[in-house]
Nanobody
Framework: QVQLVESGGGLVQPGGSLRLSCAAS????????GYWYRQAPGKQRELVAS???????NYADSVKGRFTISRDNAKNTMYLQMNSLKPEDTAVYYC?????????WGQGTQVTVSS
């Protein structure tokens, strides 16, 4: 079992930056594939970025070139660096860890981009 706790959300102006963290405990995080999802009000949860345990990354077209997913397996932590933020990035951001048929979610952290 894995427990995931996100942090780093908040209010930021358009064009600003935030770094989200996802701290994992309870298992060896390095063996899991990591994901960041987001859900805006009235919309479905969508995949933002993913990173394999080997470090291969993938991004949604809407965030390519602006967001960077990374992981520090020694710290059991995954990150999402978000630059050039736009109002449409406003959402609750969730991290997820998956290994074989087991998947775990964090509780989410709110990101609001507004002037």
């Amino acid at each position: 079992q894995v427990q995931l706790v996100e942090s780093g959300g908040g209010l930021v102006q358009p064009g600003g930056s935030l770094r989200l963290s996802c701290a994992a405990s309870g298992s060896i995080f390095s063996t899991y594939v990591g994901y960041w999802y987001r859900q805006a009000p009235g919309k479905q949860r969508e995949l933002v970025a993913s990173i394999t345990n080997g470090g291969y990354t993938n991004y949604a077209d809407s965030v390519k070139g602006r967001f960077t997913i990374s992981r520090d397996n020694a710290k059991n932590t995954m990150y999402l660096q978000m630059n050039s933020l736009k109002p449409e990035d406003t959402a609750v951001y969730y991290c997820r860890a998956v290994r074989f048929t087991s998947g775990y979610w964090g509780q989410g952290t709110q990101v609001t981009v507004s002037s």
